[in-house]
């Protein structure tokens, strides 16, 4: 497949203009309605805001002469960074997509000529540049960035809880380590995937409560390690310190369903000692053990108070864990395992995905969702994983589950297809999931042609694949005269879903 080229012919090479002082404000703001919402809660808006409205900031000099600025203010590359990640999602910025190209390939060439010189904004605005490569499309710009972040935040000590005076400083030091972390977890999710940083590096406490964040009166929080111990308060644990745990249970279980899966695993998924009963259980836990206050069911709670779009982003990672590993048993034979194993699982994959398109249904319609790659990444899954469903035999899904229709499977697909669509002026990597989408669509409709009700007989009459363990190899390979049987075996989830890394790559 043919590379991008390392600039689009559009880019000019020519020193940086920056736009008016209220333009610039205009696409901070977003930054800040928008994706410091996701994984980049890492800059005290106040100071920063009011640092671009004072005189000491003047669009004409700041790049070529830039004032000193504090460890809470933004830098040169911090700014341009921002400007590259959502020039795209300003409405009336006229030719906004070149806009964002144009400031992210003059942000580059800042980071370039930084790339030694290890400095709290540095690392800030490395991962912000490496988000807005994933969106380009540029897998391997962006991971070489976080990378380079992760080693300059170890250089910086920024992996040790900070002993300064200044408790914002030292929450801003955190935040920065832990948006580094996460920026990591989703560069290397997946069967290629490789962390840039390890958990036992990070010794800080997990990021405070935003409201405390920003009025600057931090309180103390718990070390990611003691999340699970039974006297740490769950109840005081911020919804930013709760997906920093999430990230690697997700981690864990895109690992498992890219290398072994349910093809690959030795052992029954009802066995306590399998790879999917442990993770199942694990995020269970999870779950169970979360403050009442997020629960999903106080969505509407948490549009009312302001904090929709980030409680959304943290569940739509949890409701990806839970898709990504019912999906690989949900072919399985409805009778296999213990009494009413596959329909609760079934049910579970039915309710999960409900619920994650809900939070698109819910908050597109008021600008509250996270337009970023990780969540047009979950708008992919739920529409891949509806076409996945819709293809399964109609009568055999009716006989177990009378209320939930093939079409409305498919009609979720096309609503998520008219959401991508919505998004990929903005996002060249969108345009890629939309195109796979539609490949989906071709390919499953296919198998669905072949289905009738002969095929669930001669999937039955099989024999007893508890015997086997292989719950996706329902059909050996002498298995003879009929062409279905044969399409829905080879439905190998590995290769027909991208997972994060490679989804992430296929715009490459």
Not at 79 to 106: E, M, V, Y
Not at 311 to 333: D, M
Not at 347 to 372: G, Y
Not at 492 to 507: G, Q, T
Request: with cysteine.
């Amino acid at each position: 497949m043919k590379k991008k080229s390392l600039m689009p012919k559009t880019v000019s090479q020519n020193p940086v203009i920056l736009p008016s002082k209220e333009l610039i404000i205009e696409m901070v703001q977003i930054f800040f309605d928008n994706q410091y919402k996701g994984i980049f809660p890492i800059f005290h808006k106040p100071t920063f805001m009011s640092f671009l409205r004072s005189d000491e900031f003047n669009p004409v000099t700041f790049i070529e002469q830039p004032p000193i600025t504090t460890p809470l203010q933004p830098n040169t590359v911090v700014l341009l960074a921002i400007l590259a990640l959502c020039a795209r999602l300003h409405k009336t910025l006229p030719d906004a997509l070149n806009a964002s190209l144009d400031f992210g390939w003059h942000a580059r060439k800042l980071v370039l000529a930084e790339f030694d010189n290890p400095t709290l904004s540095n690392v800030q605005a490395l991962c912000v540049l490496s988000s807005h490569e994933w969106g380009e499309g540029n897998a391997s710009r962006s991971y070489m960035y976080v990378g380079l972040a992760a080693r300059m935040a170890m250089i910086l000590g920024l992996n040790e809880e900070p002993t300064g005076t200044n408790e914002l400083e030292n929450e801003v030091r955190r935040r920065a380590i832990w948006g580094v972390y996460m920026m990591d977890r989703c560069n290397s999710s997946g069967r290629k995937g490789h962390s840039c940083i390890s958990l036992s590096d990070i010794h800080v406490r997990l990021p405070d409560h935003e409201r405390n964040f920003i009025f600057g009166e931090i309180q103390s929080q718990c070390f990611r390690n003691d999340i699970d111990k039974l006297e740490t308060d769950r109840s005081k644990i911020s919804c930013n310190g709760f997906m920093i745990y999430l990230f690697e249970i997700w981690r864990e279980i895109g690992t498992w369903v890219g290398l072994t899966g349910s093809k690959l695993d030795p052992l029954a998924p009802w066995d306590p000692e399998s790879s999917f009963y442990k993770l199942s259980k694990k995020l269970d836990k999870f779950e169970e053990t979360l403050p009442t206050s997020l629960h999903f069911s106080h969505l509407e709670e948490h549009i009312s108070y302001g904090s929709a779009a980030d409680f959304a982003y943290f569940h739509g990672l949890c409701f990806l864990c839970r898709i990504f590993l019912n999906r690989e048993y949900f072919y399985a034979l409805p009778d296999i395992g213990p009494r009413g194993w596959w329909n609760d699982l079934t049910a579970q994959l039915f309710d999960t995905l409900d619920n994650l398109d809900l939070i698109t249904k819910r908050l597109k319609p008021m600008n509250l969702m996270v337009i970023a790659p990780f969540t047009g990444f979950q708008v992919f899954t739920a529409g891949a994983t509806s076409l996945y469903i819709a293809a399964y035999p109609a009568k055999v899904l009716k006989q177990h589950f009378p209320d939930q229709s093939i079409q409305r499977f498919k009609a979720r697909a096309r609503d998520c297809l008219t959401t991508l669509n919505s998004w990929k002026q903005s996002w060249g990597l969108g345009k890629n999931w939309i195109e796979t989408l539609h490949k989906l669509q071709e390919m499953f409709s296919e198998v669905a042609d072949l289905q009738d009700d002969e095929i669930r007989h001669s999937i039955s009459d099989y024999g007893n694949i508890e015997n086997t363990m292989q719950i996706l190899h329902v059909l050996s390979d002498d298995t003879t005269g009929d062409e279905a049987l044969n399409a829905m075996n080879n439905l190998d989830l590995s290769s027909i879903f991208p997972d994060w890394n490679e989804a992430m790559n296929l715009y490459n």
